[in-house]
């Protein structure tokens, strides 16, 4: 019988503390927060948070814009950003859509192996891959319009000329705007969501693309809206919980990455000023180089202390969709084994 959204946390829970502390092992704790980190696991459980670059006055900022005479510096480290983010952001995208059915099987198993399972799940992580993008490029095509068909309307009809004129129509359009924006963000998530939970788990035991995974899970939603409704909103309040609770760990543990690494970058911009070091290509790349560097450790250390958010996550969607979809409730719940039978005497 299928469970509901609060039955299946408690199967959940007990799914973490098997894998994770029965036994304890680190190999395993590393891996899945690797694997965690790459799949995007992170944002069900944790936060983002936004870091503020101080600013300078005066000669400070003189003397970086000098470290770039356009057009013979700043003109190619343009050309080279506009090529490298669109490749960058591809390459984690493939990476992500490897991880993801990692993650499935490593819940799934009880155990993380990352060379076994990266070559069992090729052809569906492909698929993964392309819904990924496509779908990204949906909804950031439907942010352009949502955003600019208006935006040039009002433009075309002179408000922007004359906003005093226009209060009222600017105010309402911009609140159609503003509402129409986050439902479309909200739908978009909710359809991210729903296809690493629902839709992925088909692709990785019948071999079949996303598309028609969706088709299966739209009539699934279609009969049992309720159910899956109350999953949405039971995720939306075990993520905020989680959240808070990762965002504290998190601030703590910046704090105290910051004290030795602050220190050591301060002792090096000192001893670059004692040595007659400036501003310039090779100083600021050097500056990003370390500044990535510091990030991913950061990012991978939290990664380490959500690795219990990264397994509950995958396994509370897993005991949920379990009663649903019966591939896979055979492998969560397989049938017992017949009794051996014994000779006779």
């Not at 359009?173 to 690493?196: E, Q, Y």
Request: proline content about 7%.
């Amino acid at each position: 019988m299928p469970q509901s959204a609060v039955d299946s946390v408690s199967p959940a829970l007990e799914h973490a503390k098997t894998q994770l502390f029965r036994p304890f092992r680190l190999g395993q704790w590393s891996r899945l927060a690797l694997v965690g980190l790459f799949a995007g696991e992170m944002s069900s459980g944790g936060g983002c948070n936004t870091f503020q670059v101080p600013s300078h006055t005066g000669g400070g900022h003189r003397e970086l814009l000098s470290a770039f005479p356009f057009p013979w510096v700043f003109g190619p480290l343009l050309v080279v950003v506009v090529i490298a983010v669109p490749l960058l952001w591809l390459l984690f995208l493939y990476l992500s859509s490897r991880m993801r059915f990692i993650l499935f099987d490593s819940v799934v198993a009880k155990r993380c192996e990352i060379g076994l399972m990266w070559r069992r799940r090729g052809e569906p992580a492909m698929r993964y891959f392309v819904w990924q993008i496509v779908l990204s490029l949906v909804s950031l095509a439907g942010m352009a319009l949502i955003i600019g068909v208006p935006a040039l309307i009002a433009f075309s009809l002179g408000w922007f000329t004359e906003p005093r004129n226009h209060l009222a129509g600017l105010i309402s359009v911009g609140l159609f705007v503003f509402f129409a924006f986050m439902g479309w963000v909200l739908l978009a998530l909710l359809t991210h969501v729903f296809t690493k939970d629902f839709v992925v788990p088909q692709m990785a035991l019948e071999n079949i693309s996303a598309f028609e995974g969706w088709s299966r899970l739209w009539r699934m939603l279609q009969s049992e809206k309720a159910g899956y409704a109350g999953y949405a909103g039971m995720k939306l309040l075990l993520a905020i919980a989680a959240g808070i609770a990762v965002g504290i760990v998190a601030i703590i543990l910046l704090v105290i990455l910051l004290i030795p690494i602050g220190g050591l970058g301060a002792i090096t911009v000192l001893g670059g000023q004692a040595a007659g070091l400036s501003w310039n290509v090779f100083t600021i790349t050097l500056a990003v180089v370390a500044g990535c560097i510091f990030l991913l450790v950061f990012f991978y250390a939290v990664a380490l202390i959500s690795v219990p958010a990264i397994v509950f996550f995958p396994a509370y969607s897993i005991y949920f969709f379990a009663g649903r979809y019966p591939q896979l409730g055979s492998l969560i719940y397989p049938p017992p084994s017949p009794p051996v039978p014994q000779p006779a005497p």
